[in-house]
């Protein structure tokens, strides 16, 4: 039953002449009672196959007409090259259904319903998603996120990082409290994790180059387009490097997820309707940065309401960023707007050693991540001063009694790193089931 005709191929050229199997799926249809023309689909791509009945003969001719939107089809024919839209087009011999579509129940997700629902936000579309996703834009999406994922781990793997893999049910919060998940766990309760970084940390004296790429989960209650609260988490940490250092890998992998993606998704992303030479500006220059204070500055200088020592939410990032011309690292941020773990600068204790790299065009961040407390001492009045029980982070503090060492990393966004490069206007047209506060289904 293998595969060996891909319609993609096709488009390259590859079978001018010759006579081929094309298995796929129907994705448009027209035609006559005696000439059929069916728009076949496969993951590859689209080709025109023209079906005469004088050819395939009245009982086969009359079963593939009858073979509806998405039913699975197996074709076989000649390919030649027209003047037509698809470029080429396949002159059947012979033609089959193998799964057919019943007309008492068509499917559902319709060109009228997809322009009704501008992009795939309708409720409608999200109830259909498990269809939804062989449409076009779905697809093209699916290969940008793939690209990505690649563009990561071969960012990290080619640089002897280690794939690491930290425990998803935890006892802790990495990121504050009020984004917690929690789960019954045999009579006591355990938290979904947000972050892989501190089991991360707990290995970096083992490993001292570490990554993963993981689901990590927030209690985000409400629904914003930047937001999911089951997300795609990069997380990376090292051994011996300061905030500086660590924004150079930050930068690094951003700038090789964008130059993958002019490599190998351009026709995706022109699709998609993404502007390329953006794309190519965030992969071929390098990442502005500035300091805290600089920003509230400018946001003051806007009227935007802020006092110094909040962090800054999306409404405010999306001010700051409309117009960057390429993503920025913000790093400074005072003490109090963080967590326990960021490790205060040595030079002017109200200010942590930290970063948030923050997208262009309204994105805003992308990244968070900074330098780590390494010291038993320091880590112990971090936590105190922020109010946090000791008891969940025992093992963590444990850590710093055996050579502790300067160390850092970061967290990168997968979703929304996605979003921005494909343009999506929302992090839901990135993932395959996106979850929300109102959506675990389908
Ligand atoms: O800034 P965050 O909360 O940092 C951490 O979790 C650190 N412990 C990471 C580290 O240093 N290892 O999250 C990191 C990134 C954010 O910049 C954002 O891109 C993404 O994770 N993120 C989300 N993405 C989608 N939906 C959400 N609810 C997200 N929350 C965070
Ligand atoms: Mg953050």
Redesign the pocket.
């Known amino acids: 039953m293998a595969k060996d005709f891909w319609i993609g191929e096709v488009h390259q050229g590859k079978y001018d002449d010759q006579e081929i199997e094309l298995k796929g799926w129907v994705h448009r249809t027209r035609g006559s009672n005696k000439i059929w023309f069916i728009v076949l689909r496969d993951s590859t791509g689209l080709i025109q196959c023209v079906i005469k009945k004088s050819v395939v003969g009245d009982e086969s001719f009359d079963l593939i007409k009858g073979a509806l939107i998405e039913s699975s089809i197996i074709l076989k024919g000649t390919i030649k090259s027209t003047e037509r839209e698809h470029g080429y087009e396949l002159q059947v011999t012979n033609a089959k259904v193998i799964g057919p579509v019943n007309p008492d129940n068509p499917f559902p997700i319709t060109e009228s319903a997809m322009l009704e629902a501008e992009g795939g936000e309708s409720e409608f579309l999200l109830d259909n998603r498990h269809l939804y996703l062989r449409t076009s834009r779905m697809t093209n999406m699916l290969k940008v996120r793939s690209t990505i994922f690649g563009a990561i781990h071969s960012y990290f793997r080619n640089q002897d990082f280690i794939e690491y893999q930290a425990p998803n049910f935890v006892a802790g919060a ?2 504050g409290g009020s ?1 917690l998940f929690e789960v019954p766990y045999f009579g006591k309760k355990a938290y979904l994790t ?4 501190l089991y ?1 940390e707990a290995a970096m004296p083992a490993l001292e180059r570490l990554y993963t790429i993981a689901p ?1 989960f ?1 209690a ?1 209650k409400s629904r914003t387009r ?4 089951e ?1 795609w ?1 990069a ?3 090292i051994a011996w490097a300061s905030n500086d250092e660590v924004m150079k890998y930050g930068e690094g992998v951003v700038r090789t997820a964008a130059s993958k993606l002019l490599e190998e998704r351009e026709s995706e992303l022109n699709e998609l309707g993404r502007d390329l030479s953006l794309v190519e500006r965030y992969a071929d220059n390098p990442y502005p940065r500035m300091r805290y204070d600089e920003a509230v500055e400018i946001l003051q200088s806007k009227n935007v309401e802020i006092e110094w020592g909040q962090d800054l939410d999306y409404s405010k990032e999306k001010i700051l960023t409309a117009d960057f011309d390429l993503p920025h690292f913000l790093t400074h941020y005072p003490r109090i707007a963080k ?1 326990f ?1 960021h490790r205060p600068d040595p030079s002017d204790q109200k200010y942590v050693l930290c970063h ?2 923050l997208a262009p065009e309204g994105y805003g ?6 330098e780590r407390t390494w010291s038993e001492e320091e880590i112990l009045e971090r936590i105190d001063e922020e109010g946090t029980p000791r008891e969940p982070y025992e093992f963590y503090i444990d850590t710093r009694r055996y050579g502790g060492v300067p160390h850092g ?5 997968v ?3 996605c979003a921005w490069l494909a343009g999506a206007d929302h ?1 839901r047209e990135t993932i395959p089931f996106p979850r929300d506060s109102r959506r675990v289904t389908p």
């Open positions: 990495v990121e984004t947000q972050s892989w970084q991360a990590s927030r985000e930047r937001h999911l609260t997300f988490h997380e990376m940490e967590p773990y948030d790299l961040e992308i990244i968070g991540g900074g990393g970061f967290g990168l966004g979703d929304r790193i992090i």
